[in-house]
């Protein structure tokens, strides 16, 4: 099988935008007859994807998920927590200073998890879903990219529709106690939102990608994306504001800016 072949069957057994790895394995095997498009080898029968990336924290959701999990803690754990967010959010400290302290802090549960991830879906941004159906409608790939956790995010990911997360894993032992983080994933550190978008684009080779979010961490993808939409429902942030190519209350006023 040449490169090229391999390379058109991935892009086409894509579902949203992604990989069904089972259905590219059989067309591999000879199981599976190839797709007209890809047996004619024509570039234009295969469009390129248009990828909508979201911030989740204060952005999808009213709810900063790692606030959260520390008002379990206790009041003076939240003050502590939420302070070091809030400076982080706002550029004042980078994430990598804060992001493994808030956790050994906190040291949540699996159970803690969960609770979080229905809070998510409590608060969700009163527009999104229909937004993000509409776009969907109109070739919009949505991703999450979150400095979050992911297994907080999947019931929110589940609720809207989007298939994929990228955010930081949490780990557990058996009895569900906090073990750990995947300490490697970008969004640990500052930088690492720009980084993980520059491997969707090199995945998906997308013909438009569009940043949405309301943090400093989410202005930073602005080189990285043909368009970086500020978002300011729950928190205005002025850096954020100023840099922006746009700024907008309500994700129902995306499809307007981006023309569908
Ligand atoms: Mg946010």
């Not at 892009?11 to 190839?34: E, M």
């Not at 009213?62 to 939420?82: K, N, Q, S, T, W």
Request: glycine share 8%.
């Amino acid at each position: 099988m040449r490169w090229r072949s391999c390379c058109w069957i991935l892009r086409f057994t894509q579902d949203d935008g992604f990989l069904d790895l089972s259905v590219f394995i059989r067309i591999i095997r000879g199981q599976k007859a190839f797709p007209r498009a890809i047996s004619t080898c024509s570039v234009c029968a295969v469009p390129a994807s248009k990828l909508i990336i979201f911030d989740c924290d204060s952005t999808l959701s009213a709810i900063e998920g790692i606030d959260e999990l520390a008002r379990g803690r206790g009041p003076r754990v939240f003050a502590e927590v939420e302070a070091m967010t809030t400076a982080a959010m706002e550029g004042k400290i980078a994430v990598e200073d804060v992001f493994a302290k808030r956790l050994a802090i906190i040291q949540p549960r699996r159970e803690d998890v969960a609770a979080v991830g229905r809070q998510y879906v409590e608060r969700v941004e009163p527009t999104a879903l229909a937004t993000i159906e509409q776009l969907k409608a109109a070739g919009w790939t949505p991703v999450i990219l979150s400095g979050g956790f992911r297994q907080i995010i999947e019931p929110l990911a589940a609720h809207l529709g989007i298939a994929r997360i990228e955010a930081v894993d949490l780990y557990f032992n058996a009895s569900g106690d906090y073990t750990g983080f995947d300490a490697k994933f970008p969004t640990t550190r500052s930088g690492g939102k720009p980084e993980c978008i520059a491997g969707l684009k090199r995945e998906l080779a997308p013909a438009r990608t569009v940043m949405v979010g309301d943090g400093v961490s989410d202005l930073e993808t602005k080189p990285v994306v043909d368009l970086f939409v500020g978002y300011g429902r729950y928190t205005e942030r002025a850096k954020v504001k100023a840099g922006a190519h746009a700024f907008i209350h309500s994700l129902a006023d995306l499809p307007g800016l981006l023309g569908q």
